[in-house]
């Protein structure tokens, strides 16, 4: 199991990596749902992240997410059609933080007392 977690977590960065870094033909719309779509990727890469590395802090996890997309960005201004846009960055970077908000609240609190719960049942 934990071999297919890294194969996704893998594939989604690198997913990512290419919709981010191939060059278009036409100018991207500056929509809500661009905005819409970088906050999903990154809310989810975050809750990836911190699944796959579970020593890592919180603050790592979204540091990590941070400084990928930043680079991203970065690199996109040397890319034909493609600029560095401080909105992405933001929609990257608040989804970043609401991912992690999630996966503590789900993840942390809602099945750690579930298997405490349980744990106290058994015993």
Known sequence: MRKLLICFYVLYVLNITYFSLTPIEHKISESIWDKAAHFIAYL???IIIKIVHKRFCYITCVITCCS???IIECIQHFIPNRMFDILDMLANVLGAILGIIIY?????KFFNIRIGVAAKVVN
Request: hydrophobic share 65%; net charge negative.
């Open 44 to 46: 989810l890469l975050v």
């Open 68 to 70: 990928y997309s930043f």
């Open 104 to 108: 503590y609240l789900i993840i942390e």
